[in-house]
């Protein structure tokens, strides 16, 4: 009988800096798990749920997990605007390129549109990174050192980079949420069935087909983290290889 792995690549990209050990600093994914799984179980009477009230709330990244994040956190009344959103690239507003008879657009996402709602304001920040997370004596996170960074580009690769600018401020927290991506598949999962990886940590392949007999892969254990609809596209078309390798052909 054939395997297929197609759960979530969800390995989360961490932070080096000091101070990372401090208590209040996890990843965006466990926070919202562990608010939804507190909601579902118990409607929050178990109090496992990362709680955010009348807390001040960095969001570290961006994308739909650091939304989410925004989102959870104001619901869960945190005090500040709208959960101080930290991000490293440039506003997408303004890197866009150019398209003839359109104008470059800003996307605002249901956390920040409630936050705005709320607070008054955007709570993005963008060209900046954590430098350092500080803590108390107990070891509990009291803010964290924003590094603001600028475009750089190399002249001999042509490749543009951030760069720190030199100019620094602090931002008092008690929670900190990092959501910088991905870096590919649980190891558990790639040694439970001794697959071999790519160079970005997904489960590498030759027509959903893995190095090792009767195992297959699609979603985002192939493609890294995406969308729903790739998972429901890979599924199917994963479906069809199984099929073709008991069958000898496939239908699907």
Same mark, same amino acid.
């Given at each position: ?22 208590? =209040? ?5 466990? #926070?919202? *798990?562990?608010? *939804? ?5 118990? @409607? ?6 990362? !709680?955010?009230?009348? /807390?001040?709330?960095?969001?570290? =990244? +961006?994308?739909?997990?650091?939304? !989410? ?14 959960? =101080? ?11 866009? @390129? ?19 709602? /709320?607070?008054? /304001? ?12 500080? @803590?108390?004596?107990? +070891? ?9 960074? /600028? ?28 959501? %910088? ?6 190891? #558990? *999962?790639?040694? %439970?069935?001794?697959?071999?990886? *790519? ?13 090792? !007999? @009767? ?19 890979? =599924? ?8 073709? #390798?008991?069958? +000898? #052909?496939?239908?699907?």
């Amino acid at each position: 009988m054939p395997w297929v792995l197609c759960c979530g690549a969800k390995k989360a990209r961490d932070l080096n800096v000091p101070g990372r050990d401090a208590n =209040g600093v996890h990843f965006a994914v466990d #926070y919202l *798990t562990s608010v *939804t799984k507190s909601l579902l179980d118990s @409607k929050f009477a178990d109090g496992r749920a990362i !709680d955010a009230k009348g /807390k001040n709330v960095l969001v570290i =990244g +961006g994308g739909d997990t650091g939304n !989410d994040c925004q989102g959870t956190a104001l619901r869960q009344a945190a005090p500040t605007d709208g959960a =101080g959103n930290d991000a490293a690239a440039p506003c997408r507003a303004h890197r866009r @390129k150019p398209v003839a008879g359109v104008a470059p657009v800003l996307k605002v996402d249901y956390g920040q549109t409630e936050c705005i709602a /709320k607070f008054g /304001k955007d709570p993005r920040v963008y060209q900046t990174t954590v430098k350092e997370f500080l @803590k108390d004596e107990a +070891g509990n996170l009291t803010g964290a050192v924003i590094s603001c960074l /600028k475009p750089e580009r190399d002249p001999e690769t042509g490749r543009t980079s951030m760069v720190p600018t030199g100019k620094e401020f602090t931002y008092d927290c008690q929670l900190a949420f990092i959501a %910088a991506g991905f870096t590919g598949c649980e190891n #558990y *999962t790639a040694d %439970a069935f001794g697959v071999e990886l *790519t160079a970005r940590g997904n489960v590498a392949d030759h027509s959903f087909k893995t190095n090792v !007999d @009767k195992v297959f892969v699609c979603g985002d254990m192939r493609r890294g983290q995406s969308l729903v609809v790739w998972g429901l596209r890979e =599924g199917r078309d994963c479906a069809a290889e199984v099929d073709r #390798y008991l069958m +000898g #052909y496939t239908n699907l």
